[in-house]
């Protein structure tokens, strides 16, 4: 199994809702990562997690709140969101943090914040 | 300036055509990676280089590491082929197996 997947696919949300978005991966990886990524550009880092612990916060707002709670599933929950926010989500996992790894991505969570 | 560019921003071909997408790095990297992106999102990793050549059915990357430099080529381009491509560099230090990524090409193989 070299799947990742996302749930859900699609999310509209309000400015003063609290959703999550789920990640989940069965292939053994111990790093998993979390991108953001808007229309016409590149994915950008935002979490990244190494044997459950977080690893690298790239000075993401604390509206985004990354959780681990074991080695095959990643969560990211949301509250109080701006439209500016909305973007597709993606999860990445690899065999471990590291230089040369392969990253598998997830297919994305599009979110659209009103 | 970005760390990562590749040109050109966007390709069109003809099918069959052979296809080149190149990649500039300026940081010291010990790999560079080629992915695929295709309409509706999902991201596909196609090749992971530190030196030398690989090749995967139709395509091929290369990379130069005294230049900075690597190029993804595909022979006898599809429609199919159509996506984005998006070159990224892994860079040791603090941020280790952080991808920098470049802004990608947007690739589309008319029939």
């Known amino acids: 199994d070299t799947e990742v997947t996302q749930t859900p696919k699609h999310l509209v949300m309000g400015m003063t809702n609290k959703k999550s978005l789920k990640c989940e991966q069965h292939?053994?990886?111990?790093?998993m990562y979390w991108y953001k990524q808007k229309a016409k550009k590149p994915p950008e880092l935002m979490f990244v997690y190494s044997y459950e612990k977080l690893s690298i916060n790239e000075s993401v707002p604390s509206r985004f709140s990354p959780e681990c709670p074991n080695s095959s599933l990643l969560n990211l929950h949301l509250h109080a969101l701006q439209p500016e926010d909305s973007a597709l989500y993606l999860c990445?996992?690899?065999?471990?943090?590291?230089?040369?790894?392969?990253?598998?991505f997830g297919p994305g969570t599009r979110l659209l914040v009103l | 300036k970005n760390e990562v560019e590749q040109s050109p921003q966007n390709l069109t071909a003809q099918e069959g055509e052979f296809i080149t997408i190149n990649c500039s790095y300026s940081?010291?990297?010990?790999?560079l990676h080629w992915l695929q992106q295709h309409p509706g999102g999902g991201i596909v990793s196609l090749f992971m280089?530190?030196?030398g050549k690989k090749k995967h059915g139709r395509l091929i990357a290369t990379i130069n590491i005294q230049e900075k430099h690597s190029s993804l080529h595909i022979t006898a381009s599809h429609p199919r082929d159509s996506a984005v491509y998006i070159c990224a560099a892994n860079a040791g230090g603090t941020s280790y197996g952080k991808l920098t990524f470049g802004q990608g090409t947007i690739l589309t193989v008319h029939p």
């Open positions: 292939m053994g990886h111990r790093a």
């Open positions: 940081v010291g990297i010990s790999a």
């Open positions: 990445a996992s690899s065999g471990r943090q590291g230089v040369g790894e392969t990253q598998y």
């Open positions: 280089l530190s030196s």
